[in-house]
């Protein structure tokens, strides 16, 4: 029976062939051990000298790391694996031997194992995020499947740009400019007056200079939109919406996030609803604690989200920020003009702002005037001013950064693994 290692439960007692990847390997003059690696999973193949051919032992000796083959053997259950079986080897055939693979279980240094992305994929770690990744992914469809809204597809080439203009990466569109997208945000707005709920899922650029282990120049971001929503309601589906992802991978990602020795205690927590602060309270808070670099008007950094985070083991929403260092598009605060209705939701344990969310003006003449002082072209965001011209509603939404979740959940210091293969100031390869 042909199966792969994920399924090898169904067959105990039986004889199966899995084609795999040998991962490691020991063995002694009796007796060799073949950890076996199929994309699916991990299992140990144990090939005893005395119960197979000699060629058979021989193979298993001598095979290298990373060479493909087809193994048979028993399935049996074994308590020691954390997979919870092993395979009575009872042949092996090399389908392509490895010569030389680079990266040996020995320790690595980073920026090698960057410049071999490609194969650093396949070891157990990176497999495990990788799974963690999809979880997500899948759990996000899920959750808004079932909550109503519609999966809609905003495009990557733009002529607009939502979260300002100095970090776009431009491009011709044949003789015109054009730029690839930050944020699908104001096609989402447009798509929500005509679908209701709506939830994207994409690739978006920023061309920051940042060189942090929370930033991506490609990442993909997730951003929900809702019509008849205000910024109150919008809070609820955040914190609903992040403790349905924790809750997925805590169900679905048991072994990976074993073998990540993530500290599950913490992300057992991760319930709605979640604390929230002003900005305003935010900065008392920073001062109190020593922090003389930063003033009301002032941008948060990392140091400061930490601190703030280490207050609290949820992921905690800072609302009301200040106009002037954010977006045009969103609402002011009804009582005051100094602050808008928007929160960034820092996750906890260092791992930065995971949210970025606001209600968002519908009023034309108000937005039109944010427009003009944010001097952007009213050419190129004509047809965003007009969806305030017809029916406009009260609408919020938010945008999730996929990388900077999957860091956290799985305990990953560095955002750059949280993706396939990373665009990076310094990295556009492999
Ligand atoms: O806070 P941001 O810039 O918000 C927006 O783009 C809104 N237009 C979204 C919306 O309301 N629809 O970005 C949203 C999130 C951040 O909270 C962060 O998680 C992630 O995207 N993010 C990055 N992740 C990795 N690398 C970068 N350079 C990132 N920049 C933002
Ligand atoms: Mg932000």
């Not at 900065?283 to 703030?308: M, R, S």
């Amino acid at each position: 029976m042909k199966t792969t290692i994920s399924e090898v439960h169904k067959y105990v007692g039986e004889q199966v062939t899995i084609g795999a990847w040998i991962a490691n390997k020991r063995s002694s003059g009796k007796i060799a051990f073949l950890q076996l690696r199929d994309g699916s999973g991990f299992i140990q193949g144990v090939v005893v000298k005395a119960e197979v051919e000699e060629s058979v032992f021989q193979t298993a000796k001598t095979v290298t790391q990373e060479s493909s083959v087809y193994v048979t053997g028993i399935v049996r259950e074994d308590e020691r694996s954390p997979f919870g079986y092993e395979l009575g080897v009872t042949g092996v055939e090399v389908i392509h031997e490895a010569v030389d693979y680079p990266i040996t279980p020995k320790n690595h240094g980073t920026e090698f194992l960057m410049d071999n992305r490609h194969l650093w994929l396949r070891s157990k770690k990176q497999h495990a995020i990788m799974k963690i990744r999809n979880e997500v992914i899948r759990a996000t469809y899920e959750y808004f499947n079932d909550n109503g809204f519609s999966k809609v597809d905003p495009p990557i080439l733009t002529g607009s740009a939502p979260e300002g203009t100095s970090e776009l990466f431009a491009t011709k569109y044949f003789d015109e400019d054009a730029y690839l997208s930050q944020s699908g945000q104001l096609y989402m707005e447009a798509a929500a007056m005509a679908l209701g709920k709506v939830f994207s899922f994409g690739p978006t650029f920023r061309a920051e200079k940042s060189k942090t282990r929370r930033h991506l120049i490609e990442f993909w971001m997730i951003e929900p939109e809702m019509a008849f929503y205000n910024h109150e309601d919008s809070l609820v589906v955040q914190e609903e919406y992040v403790s349905y992802i924790v809750q997925s991978v805590l169900k679905n990602c048991k072994l990976e996030l074993g073998v990540l020795d993530r500290d599950t205690s913490k992300l057992e927590k991760i319930k709605a609803p979640f604390p929230r602060i002003s900005y305003d309270d935010a900065i008392k808070f920073l001062n109190e604690k020593g922090f003389d670099d930063i003033q009301w008007g002032d941008d948060f950094g990392a140091p400061h989200e930490t601190a703030i985070a280490e207050s609290y083991d949820m992921p905690v929403f800072i609302i009301n920020y200040p106009v002037g260092i954010k977006p045009f598009y969103m609402q002011p605060h009804p009582e005051r003009d100094d602050v808008v209705l928007c929160a960034d939701l820092i996750a906890p344990e260092g791992y930065g702002e995971i949210i970025g969310g606001s209600e968002r003006i519908h009023d034309y003449d108000l937005l039109k005037q944010r427009i003009e002082e944010h001097n952007l072209d009213l050419d190129a965001y004509g047809w965003y001013l007009e969806l305030s011209r017809y029916g406009s509603v009260p609408h919020s939404g938010f945008g999730l950064g996929l990388e900077r979740t999957v860091a956290w959940i799985s305990g990953t210091e560095h955002v750059r693994e949280a993706i396939p293969f990373p665009r990076l100031l310094n990295r556009l390869y492999p």
